[in-house]
């Protein structure tokens, strides 16, 4: 989940988004990964740690990610197979976006960053209309 995570945050530095953007991003990620990962049986306090929400913010943050590269020439406006070719190993945020999103649907999780990269990737959702519509969502507690 986490890749799927960097994943949208390589989309925002690809549109041009700054660092209120990935903190809100990182924020309401961990959120998803939480509320999903304790529906399946998880410790909520283990997303929480270095091995949840350290890893990340690094994997979020990082120029050396994969999936947060592949995002971004997403991002650029590059097409999926462009994107693949270019960073040329395993994106593992684009192989999971499709469980994460049917597991969202399966266990009734809102997971609406999810929602919109699967969106992106499968129904050329444009990445800024994706980020509008994350961002102009009615408040919630996160």
């Not at 209120?20 to 990620?29: C, K, S, Y």
């Not at 590059?78 to 960073?87: A, F, I, P």
């Not at 469980?99 to 960053?113: C, D, G, R, T, W």
Request: contains cysteine; glycine residues 10%; neutral net charge.
């Amino acid at each position: 989940m986490k890749n799927i995570i960097a994943f949208c945050a390589g989309v925002s530095a690809g549109i041009g988004l700054g660092d209120n953007t990935f903190a809100a991003l990182i924020t309401r990620g961990l959120n998803e990964i939480t509320r999903l990962g304790v529906t399946l049986g998880g410790n909520k306090d283990t997303f929480y740690g270095l091995s949840g929400l350290g890893d990340l913010i690094v994997t979020c943050l990082s120029e050396h990610s994969r999936n947060r590269r592949a995002g971004k020439l997403i991002g650029q406006g590059k097409s999926l197979e462009e994107t693949k070719k270019e960073v040329g190993m395993v994106i593992e945020s684009i192989d999971n976006i499709e469980v994460a999103y049917e597991l969202s649907k399966i266990h009734n999780v809102e997971m609406p960053i999810v929602e919109m990269v699967y969106k992106v990737i499968y129904e050329n959702l444009n990445p800024k209309e994706a980020v509008k519509k994350l961002m102009t969502r009615d408040k919630k507690s996160e």
